[in-house]
């Protein structure tokens, strides 16, 4: 697939490698799987004869260090004084090349070394403390365990922590350029393409990848890719989650499957799975990163009105209809999943389209806060509600699939109470459908 987007990240690889031209840089790079970390790293450094790619495979760390070993001595030139193998040892050597020859160092999957030797962190630590002085290298540490990079390098009691110089985000595709991948591929491209790829997608760049080499640019045709034998996107949700969540993951799956099924308050939870779930939710939200809190716009910080989602687009669909018919699934009964989607997809889509809108009124720029709004017991629900301060403006709008459906009429009056605190604001009431994708 050609190389989307990512300019802004191109553009901040640059200036750190610039910066490691007078000292030493350590950049943590983070992001969920698939998402395309590797990608934007190779694209960083391909223009760089001198730059070195390691990957941390699940090997002894003997076999490890001599398959880097060979790396290093082809794309450097250089020969290590005596024998290596040990990582530490590798390392060490690696900064004593730096301080004469600046270059870049990428370690991809760098959280794997926790499960070949724990110790690589505190050794680790040890030499870039003693060596970075004087030292140029440009040292990027990448992984996709969200958890476990963050114990690295978050947590006060780890030998790393504090030491990185930048750190990065890997998000997924913006929907405008969502938008332009999929321009190249469609003519007269309308709301049949673009809608089914966001909600699909959520605009990572792998899914992205094998929907335009299947040719998948509608409901249909995507639901075919998925729903097949060999299909990337069946086991995916468990693939992109076991790591993260280890062996014991049944009852976080239960709850993810219960929030993508609109179950999204704690104690509806509760109710159906028969015990308390306060940990497990804190833990998907706080160390996987995987769902976040909900709360109506200007709500207080110890609001109860609280609900959860699952951030991820595709976990979303996947945990809604994959998970959730794995039975159907396991025997390859996929038209009867695809007859499933097809029943439900309406209601689903409704909230994917919501998401939709709010995102894209985030990504224009325009607004200093953009949120839904509902009052105690789901009253008055307001779809999306977005403020800009600087110019005293509010958008009021309510979302449906089929635009006939709308009733702004409604809409003014679900908003009297909310806006009790915006008498000098100039109020817009908008209606949002498919049509103003």
Same mark, same amino acid.
């Given at each position: 697939?050609?190389f989307?987007?990512?300019?802004?990240?191109?553009?901040?690889l640059a200036?750190?490698?610039?910066?490691?031209? &007078?000292?030493?840089?350590?950049?943590?790079?983070?992001?969920?799987?698939?998402?395309?970390?590797t990608s934007?790293i190779?694209?960083?450094i391909?223009?760089?004869t001198s730059a070195?790619?390691?990957?941390v495979?699940?090997?002894?760390e003997?076999?490890?260090c001599?398959?880097f070993?060979?790396?290093?001595?082809?794309?450097?030139?250089?020969q290590?004084?005596?024998?290596i193998?040990q990582?530490?040892?590798?390392?060490?050597?690696?900064?004593?090349i730096?301080?004469?020859?600046p270059?870049?160092?990428?370690?991809?999957?760098?959280?794997?070394?926790?499960?070949i030797?724990p110790?690589?962190?505190?050794?680790?630590?040890n030499?870039w403390?003693?060596k970075?002085?004087?030292?140029?290298?440009?040292l990027i540490?990448?992984? &996709?365990?969200?958890s476990l990079m963050?114990?690295i390098f978050?947590n &006060?009691?780890? !030998?790393?922590?504090?030491?990185?110089?930048?750190?990065?985000?890997i998000k997924?595709?913006?929907?405008?350029?969502?938008k332009e991948?999929?321009?190249?591929h469609?003519?007269n491209?309308?709301?049949?393409?673009?809608?089914?790829?966001? #909600?699909?997608?959520?605009?990572v760049?792998?899914?992205v990848?094998n929907?335009?080499?299947?040719?998948a640019?509608?409901?249909?045709?995507?639901l075919n890719?998925?729903?097949?034998?060999?299909s990337?996107f069946?086991?995916?949700?468990?693939?992109?989650?076991i790591?993260?969540?280890?062996?014991?993951?049944?009852?976080?799956f239960?709850?993810?499957?219960?929030?993508?099924s609109s179950?999204?308050s704690?104690?509806e939870?509760?109710?159906?799975?028969?015990?308390?779930?306060g940990?497990?939710l804190?833990?998907?939200?706080?160390?996987y990163q995987?769902?976040?809190?909900? @709360? !109506?716009?200007?709500?207080?910080p110890?609001?109860?009105?609280?609900?959860?989602q699952?951030?991820d687009?595709?976990?979303?669909f996947?945990?809604?209809?994959?998970?959730?018919?794995r039975s159907a699934?396991?025997?390859?009964?996929?038209?009867y999943v695809?007859?499933?989607?097809r029943?439900?997809?309406?209601?689903f889509?409704?909230y994917?389209?919501?998401?939709?809108?709010?995102?894209q009124?985030q990504e224009?720029?325009?607004?200093?806060?953009?949120?839904?709004?509902?009052?105690?017991g789901?009253?008055?629900e307001?779809?999306?509600v977005a403020?800009?301060?600087?110019?005293?403006k509010? #958008?009021l709008?309510?979302? @449906?699939l089929n635009?006939? @459906?709308?009733d702004?009429?409604?809409?003014e009056?679900k908003?009297? @109470?909310?806006?009790k605190?915006?008498?000098?604001y100039k109020?817009?009431?908008?209606?949002?459908?498919?049509?103003?994708m």
């Open positions: 697939m050609k989307y987007n990512r300019e802004t990240e191109l553009e901040n200036l750190i490698k610039k910066r490691s031209l &007078s000292n030493a840089q350590m950049t943590v790079m983070v992001g969920r799987r698939r998402i395309g970390k934007l190779k694209k960083s391909e223009q760089d070195v790619y390691l990957f495979a699940k090997k002894s003997q076999l490890l001599a398959e070993l060979e790396l290093i001595q082809f794309q450097l030139n250089k290590p004084h005596g024998e193998t990582f530490r040892q590798l390392f060490a050597w690696m900064m004593d730096s301080m004469e020859k270059f870049t160092l990428v370690i991809d999957e760098f959280q794997e070394f926790l499960s030797n110790s690589v962190m505190s050794e680790m630590q030499v403390d003693s970075k002085e004087g030292s140029h290298i440009n540490l990448c992984g &996709s365990i969200y963050k114990r978050e &006060s009691k780890e !030998p790393l922590f504090s030491r990185a110089t930048a750190r990065m985000n997924p595709f913006k929907i405008n350029v969502l991948i999929i321009q190249e469609v003519n491209i309308s709301h049949k393409n673009i809608f089914p790829f966001y #909600i699909f997608t959520g605009g760049a792998k899914y990848e929907l335009i080499m299947a040719e640019f509608d409901l249909e045709s995507i890719e998925i729903f097949r034998e060999n990337l069946l086991d995916e949700g468990r693939n992109v989650l790591d993260e969540l280890g062996k014991d993951y049944h009852t976080h239960s709850i993810l499957t219960l929030i993508a179950k999204t704690r104690t939870m509760e109710s159906i799975l028969g015990g308390s779930v940990g497990f804190d833990r998907l939200e706080n160390e995987i769902i976040e809190k909900v @709360k !109506p716009i200007f709500a207080k110890n609001s109860r009105k609280i609900k959860y699952i951030k687009n595709f976990l979303n996947w945990f809604r209809f994959i998970y959730k018919n699934i396991e025997i390859g009964n996929y038209e695809k007859e499933i989607v029943r439900d997809f309406d209601t889509s409704g994917m389209l919501e998401r939709y809108f709010r995102q009124f224009s720029g325009n607004y200093s806060m953009v949120g839904n709004y509902w009052e105690k789901n009253l008055n307001i779809d999306l403020i800009n301060e600087l110019e005293k509010i #958008i709008a309510e979302v @449906k635009k006939k @459906k709308i702004i009429k409604k809409l009056n908003s009297y @109470k909310l806006l605190d915006f008498k000098d109020v817009e009431y908008a209606g949002l459908s498919l049509e103003d």
